[in-house]
Nanobody
Framework: QVQLVESGGGLVHPGESLRLSCAAS????????MGWFRQAPGKEREGITC????????FYADSVKGRFTVARDKSKNTEYLQMNSLKPSDTAEYYC??????????????????WGQGAQVTVSS
């Protein structure tokens, strides 16, 4: 059974850092193109990272490029999203998912992906 469990969300001040975890079970991370997505209240879902399983290429949305980094621990079958220099505009519910694509300069979710339950990140002074 495929399962994704996010953790590590919380409340931080602008400029601070936070690390989200996405623990996978029922499959190996490298089987899928893994993505991180976020959705703020009243806004559309935004794809922010995608690690393509075919060649390991990593894509970042312009909104997070240079501040967010994806990393993996294969021994724990867990993917991490390190978020630095956080801004109030980063406030959102964050999700990891098993199906992402980089198309036309955008990170989009595939139609057959599994999703985690989400982790709330709030950046506020």
């Amino acid at each position: 059974q495929v399962q994704l469990v996010e953790s590590g969300g919380g409340l931080v001040h602008p400029g601070e850092s936070l690390r989200l975890s996405c623990a996978a079970s029922g499959f190996a991370l490298e089987q899928y193109s893994m993505g991180w997505f976020r959705q703020a209240p009243g806004k559309e879902r935004e794809g922010i990272t995608c690690v393509r399983n075919t060649d390991g290429s990593t894509f970042y949305a312009d909104s997070v490029k240079g501040r967010f980094t994806v990393a993996r621990d294969k021994s724990k079958n867990t993917e991490y999203l390190q978020m630095n220099s956080l801004k109030p505009s980063d406030t959102a519910e964050y999700y990891c998912a098993t199906d992402c694509m980089f198309e036309g300069g955008q990170i989009v979710a595939g139609p057959w992906g599994y999703w985690g339950q989400g982790a709330q990140v709030t950046v506020s002074s």
